[in-house]
């Protein structure tokens, strides 16, 4: 982050130093916690119901606006899929078309950055060889 | 003698002074810090040569008079937001490569849709990067091209190289990659599969929710909130740290989605079976032997990664079957490696010192 090291001398020092060391020291602790098996198992649990909470809110809500002859989550993740493959096929179409007329599909984009830089940098030190050799 | 005891009164005075006015600045930059927008990060210009899906294939206007010959590609993590690598200007890793003369494009992902959850490596590895590569090929006009992968998306540059080891492929480079997955630390303990039910967790939610993926990076530094926090109270009066602090938060917090069949597919066959260190990792029919790779090679590390630790990267260097290659640990962690200043006195140059050689 930013440099701290202005703040070295000043009256509060040692209380940075201090929420440094306890920073360290606290992770370290609880790490070793969290490295246990009991913990691992804990988590895993708590992963389970958390996922089941949310597969149950879902499928209630599927069935809720089921109910009310509104769209559902998949009937949204369907029709994003199908808008997904229609995508692609566009851009295949596009593809094929500007390759028809001899110009990028991506044309306007690349013309708004203007001239390209010749390719011909060396690096310093290959550079300073070459003028050695000369 | 009466002189030191007065000294010691004014230098006293003088610090409290200083913190008095220090308090003063906190509480008035404080509340501008409350009430301001996020930082405006990745503004680098650039153009967009292809898109597919989320998918953005990025070119960047060059900054240099002269570029060299062979293109750099970016491959970013499938987790995490690709401006990480384009903070601000000065700060920016992608205006380094730029001023330093190369020609860098950078790979995408965006936010995976929930019509994403199919999605697996396969996908990315033998459908969107050979696409992305014969784009650049196409759009630069070179036939090499030297890639860069950043954490996950060094991973995704590995098994790339591993089965597309010849060309276009010239240079690659990995940075904080892991392979061996015993070695993943906390990572790996938590996906014990004996407790960790990734299939429920896919089934039920399609693509792994970023709440999820952010309070599993948060759980490897338990306290690393609270203490930012007090860091940050404590130097809100310090422009350069605050604006700092808020470009990094910024990019913490925004995580994305992780695939669903990617994670289901990442969690057995890397973390649970370690596949692709053992060379037994499969994608499409196809076998990933990263001793394939021959190209020159670099992996660089970081001394204090707390999410890919030392111990589970230090060993592709010994996988892949290049002649030429190096690998380094550099001081820093996971992130303040590739970003921020730290950054930009390590890793960019010394990036830049074994890349541009290989780039003629």
Redesign the interface.
Known sequence: ????KN?GG???ASW?EW??Q??TQ??KL??DV??T?GY??V???L??VF??M??NT?EAMERYFSALSLPT?SD??EV??RL?TI??RL?AIEEILARMSGV???GS??A???P???????????KKAAKGGE | MGAAPAAVDTSIAARVRAEVERTIQRNIKGLDYLFSGDPNLGLTPKDTIYKKGTLQLYHYRPLAQEVYRVPVLLVMSLVSKYYILDLVPGQSFIEFLLKQGYDVYLIDWGVPRPEDRRLRLEDYILDFMPDCISRIEGDSGEPDISMIGYCMGGMLAIMYSALCPGPPLKNLVCLTTPVNFDGMGLTRQWTDKRYFDVDRIVDALGNVPPELMLASFDMLRPVARIAQQIRLWDNMWNDDFVKSYRMFDRWANDQIPFPGECFRQTTKELMWDNKLYKNELELGGRHVDISNIRVPFMSVMAEHDHIVPYESAKDLINLVGSSDKRDIVLKGGHVSMVAGPNASRRLWPELDGWLSERSL
Do not use: C, H, W, Y
């Open positions: 982050m930013a440099d701290q703040s000043e009256a509060f940075r929420v440094s306890s920073e606290v992770n609880l790490n969290m490295g098996e691992t198992r988590l895993g649990g992963t389970k996922v089941s949310q597969k879902g989550r949204l993740i994003g899929e997904s995508e692609t851009a990028s599909a991506s984009e690349s708004a950055a203007g390209r830089p010749p390719r011909t940098k060396k690096p310093a030190v290959a």
